[in-house]
Each structure stands twice: as C-alpha cells, then as structure tokens.
C-alpha cells in the first residue's frame, strides 16, 4: 500500500509539510471528539478518527511533523481564521503538529492559494 498525501512541500529534499484535503464536513460545537484521548483542545473540532490515522502515518511515513488537514467551510461557519484549531500528538520523540484548516471554496483560486500560502508560511516562520 501506497501511503501519498495531496501535497507535500520540500525543503531542500526534507519534507517540512504535508497538505491533505478532505472533501467533507468537519463542525465545531460541543461534545467529545472522536479523535484520540489524550489531545488537548480549547475548541471542540469534530474531526474523524480516521483521518488523524491517516496524518499520523504520513507524519511516519515522510518524516515529517507539520501537517495540514483542509475542509470545506460551510456556509454557516463564522470562523474567519483559515486555522481553526491545531492538535499537538507525541510521536516517538518528536510532536506532530495537525493543523486544520477550512477553505472557502467560494474564493477565487489565487485567493484561496494566497491564503493557504499565508498561513503555512506564517506557521513556518513561528519554528524559526
């Protein structure tokens, strides 16, 4: 089985980020997520447990600790960041940041781009 994400972004030849999509509905509210125990968060993102797996083994995989899972924001969300929330997981000896992102897809595709441009290299530029 080939494990290969929708984008992955290089460094050098390190992976630094990989950017998933996922063409379904992910909500915010109240309620336990169905993700793994011991993440933290403030905000309650509904995220499929399954689609964290996935992230994890990419992280594995390609060696790399920054990963972006993007939605589809819903006509109804009123959250006006492009990241609405970031998981923090131990993996061995290293934390996998999963960042997820909600896009409208409503934008013009260099707006959108430009956005998601913005947002990764403003979480690149918070490593250094």
Not at 24 to 44: A, D, F, P, R, S
Not at 50 to 67: F, K
Not at 74 to 100: C, H, M
């Amino acid at each position: 089985m080939q494990l290969k994400p929708d984008i992955i972004l290089y460094n050098s030849s390190i992976v630094h980020s990989i950017i998933d999509a996922k063409y379904k509905e992910v909500t915010t509210g109240e309620g336990n997520l169905q993700v793994i125990q011991v993440i933290q968060v403030i905000q309650v993102i509904q995220v499929i447990q399954t689609d964290i797996y996935q992230m994890l083994a990419y992280s594995v995989r390609y060696e790399c600790n920054n990963i972006y899972l993007v939605y589809p924001k819903l006509i109804f969300d009123q959250e006006s960041s492009l990241i609405v929330e970031e998981l923090s997981i131990e993996n061995y000896t290293n934390t996998v940041a999963i960042r997820i992102i909600k896009i409208d897809l409503e934008m013009q595709p260099d707006e959108l781009s430009n956005k998601l441009i913005e947002a990764i290299n403003c979480n690149i530029q918070s490593e250094n």
